[in-house]
Structure formats: structure tokens, C-alpha cells
């Protein structure tokens, strides 16, 4: 267990909606990352925060946004939904000056059908 | 642009036998170098990780790894391996700076099967 958590484990809905991925880091750390596993793609990078602060981009579509609270933990939201959206979305938390150090949660496994 | 690659997408090994999985990066500097282990269902953790200094690092569940700069290699090897240890394995690099620190760039994976 590395101290991640994320909700829901698994989550289908439809095309053209729209949902909610929540993220808690370990305790005490700062920075949170979301990456999304699917089979076309692999494992991508998506987004980083830093106590409340976006601090990276990276192959992350309009269509999805995400935010962290002030109790650090995360939340990523995907909107109009495309089957292609279907994925594994995994959060990953590290605490600071160890950006690299990342630990990460079971993933929240999205089917958009 | 970071890049990794993990050649073999598939590998089947005999409990007890050794195991090598091969990944080769491309990164401008010397990068920080990561196995993860993904077991199904499961997140991915961290077998091991290299930052700098020895070039052999050791990480858990027995597995041990070689950063070869010549060959922009980081092989993952275990000298026996477990039936327990089936599972995806992923070799990632990250940037030691810059605007990029913090992002893991992932290779595709290796799927180990054991045999009993």
C-alpha cells in the first residue's frame, strides 16, 4: 500500500458526460501527478500540482481539467467523454525536492461507453 | 525528447531461472532511472530507482538493476525468479531539472509470465 488513495475503482458512463476522479497524496506530501494508462498511448503524464498550485502540463486534453484543494488532496475532471477516454487513471503523489520520487495509487479504471 | 523503450513486450521464464528485461532511454543529461512493477489491479510500485553514484543499484523483492550510460541501457535483472513475480514491468525516466522535473516518461511495459 503506498499510502495513495483514489475513487472510485472503477467508474462507466457514456459518451458525452462527464466525471470526477479524486485523488488523496500521502500524508504530507505536497505534490500530486495524474497519469493516464490506456492501450494506445501507454502510460502518459498528464498533469502535476503543487500545494494547491499547477506546476506541470503535459498530454492533457482541453476536455479535462484538474484542481487541488487545500487539504492537498485532488481532483480530475474528464467532460464530453469520447470512447477513446476509456483508460486506467492513475494519481501518484511525492513529497518535496523528490519530484521524481513518485508513489502511486491503485488507479480508478474508466470505461466510457 | 525523453523517450523509453522496452523491447520485449512479452517474456516467459521457468521459476528459478534467471530474468534480464531490457530498457533503453533517450534523454539529453543523465536522467533518474525507475523500475515499477504493475501486479492486475493493482497501482504500480517502485522496484527500484536510480539517481547517481553506483551504476548497480539494488531494489526490493531481490531485483537489481544496471544504469549503462554507453548504452543509454537500465536492464532489470533477478537471479531467481518467483512464481509471485508475474506481473507488468515498467522502466521510466524522469528529468533531474528543468521544466520537466517531475514528469515520468513510461516505456511500454514487459509482461512477465513464470512457469512453475
Known amino acids: 500500500d503506498s499510502g495513495v488513495t483514489q475513487t472510485p475503482k472503477h467508474l462507466i458512463t457514456a459518451t458525452g458526460q462527464r466525471v470526477t476522479l479524486r485523488c488523496s497524496p500521502r500524508s504530507g506530501d505536497l505534490s500530486v501527478y495524474w497519469y493516464q494508462q490506456s492501450l494506445d498511448q501507454g502510460l502518459q503524464f498528464l498533469i502535476q500540482y503543487y500545494n494547491g498550485e499547477e506546476r506541470a502540463k503535459g498530454n492533457i486534453l482541453e476536455r479535462f481539467s484538474a484542481q487541488q484543494f487545500p487539504d492537498l488532496h485532488s481532483e480530475l475532471n474528464l467532460s464530453s467523454l469520447e470512447l477513446g477516454d476509456s483508460a486506467l487513471y492513475f494519481c501518484?503523489?511525492?513529497?518535496?525536492?523528490?519530484?521524481?520520487?513518485?508513489?502511486f495509487g491503485p488507479g480508478t479504471r474508466l470505461t466510457v461507453l | 525528447a525523453q523517450s523509453v523503450t522496452q523491447p520485449d513486450i512479452h517474456i516467459t521464464v521457468s521459476e528459478g531461472a534467471s530474468l534480464e528485461l531490457r530498457c533503453n532511454y533517450s534523454y539529453g543529461a543523465t536522467p533518474y532511472l525507475f523500475w515499477y512493477v504493475q501486479s492486475p489491479g493493482q497501482g504500480l510500485q517502485l522496484l527500484l530507482k536510480?539517481?547517481?553514484?553506483?551504476?548497480l543499484v539494488q531494489g526490493i523483492k531481490g531485483f537489481e538493476a544496471e544504469f549503462k550510460r554507453s548504452q543509454s541501457s537500465f536492464n532489470l535483472r533477478k537471479p531467481s525468479v518467483h512464481w509471485s513475480d508475474a506481473a507488468e514491468y515498467f522502466c521510466?525516466?524522469?528529468?533531474?531539472?528543468?521544466?520537466?522535473?517531475?514528469?515520468?516518461?513510461f516505456g511500454r511495459g514487459t509482461q512477465l509470465t513464470v512457469w512453475p
Open positions: 501518484a503523489s511525492s513529497v518535496e525536492h523528490r519530484e521524481n520520487e513518485q508513489f
Open positions: 521510466a525516466v524522469g528529468a533531474q531539472g528543468g521544466s520537466t522535473l517531475g514528469r515520468l516518461y
Open positions: 536510480y539517481f547517481s553514484g553506483d551504476t
